[in-house]
């Protein structure tokens, strides 16, 4: 799910399917890894982290896969829901405390 | 509980003019970020802080940037002589404390340079 500008890529699903989001990260220090969500005129809204000792987290209808190897970073969404549509950022952190670097991020269409 | 507010909400300013953006962080919040997000891209790191200083200056676009943080609470972010490439929304967060911990948003400013 990157991408430059205005045109952000697009994931569209049926209400109650799952959804899965996909990141590629910049740097390979980065240990700290977090996915936002984003409505409109909103200020993004943290959904869940991953540390870099972990492969997997989980939350509720959210879980996030870390894959180091590749440097990429999955958010997925059980059971999708229109409330769910939003634009989803992932953000990386080096050594934590300084800067989150965001990705590009993805439109999330739900279709009732 | 209280969230990070952000005010104004909007604002409008002919280009060459002055403006001030503040920032009340979440009570307690030790950590204080600012970002820029222009329309439809993602977030711009500008500054963070740290308490009341700000070790990591690196994102300011130019020295017309300039930003404070007073009693380790309030920011305030200013932008003198402003461009029309400024208009965007401006956005602040605030963590507990500088380790990995989430940082958490305001709605922002949306600023426009008319």
């Known amino acids: 799910g990157e991408s430059v500008g205005l045109h952000l890529p697009t994931l569209s699903v049926q209400e109650g399917d799952n959804s899965i989001i996909n990141c590629a990260y910049s740097?390979?220090?980065?240990?700290?890894f977090i996915w936002y969500k984003q409505e409109s005129g909103k200020g993004p809204q943290f959904i869940i982290d991953?540390?870099?000792?972990?492969d997997k987290r989980q939350g509720q209808r959210v879980t996030v896969l870390l894959n180091k190897t590749v440097k990429h970073l999955s958010l997925q969404i059980a059971a999708t829901q229109p409330g769910d549509s939003a634009v989803y950022f992932c953000?990386?952190?080096?050594?934590?405390?300084?800067?989150?670097?965001f990705g590009g991020g993805t439109r999330l269409m739900v279709k009732p | 509980g209280a969230g990070v507010s952000q005010s104004p909400s909007n604002k409008v300013t002919e280009k060459g003019k002055d403006v001030e953006l503040r920032c009340d962080p979440i009570?307690?919040?030790?950590?204080l970020y600012w970002y820029r997000q222009s329309l439809g891209q993602g977030l711009e790191f500008l500054i963070y802080?740290?308490?009341?200083?700000?070790?990591?200056k690196s994102g300011l676009p130019s020295d017309r940037f300039s930003a404070e943080r007073t009693g380790g609470s309030v920011s305030t972010l200013t932008i003198q002589r402003t461009q029309q490439e400024d208009s965007a929304v401006y956005l602040c967060?605030?963590?507990?404390?500088?380790?990995?911990?989430?940082?958490?948003f305001g709605d922002g400013t949306r600023l426009s340079i008319l």
């Open positions: 009570s307690g919040h030790t950590a």
């Open positions: 740097n390979s220090a980065s240990d700290y």
């Open positions: 953000a990386e952190n080096i050594n934590a405390g300084n800067m989150l670097t």
């Open positions: 967060a605030s963590s507990p404390f500088p380790t990995d911990q989430p940082q958490h």
């Open positions: 802080f740290q308490g009341n200083s700000a070790p990591d």
């Open positions: 991953i540390r870099s000792n972990m």
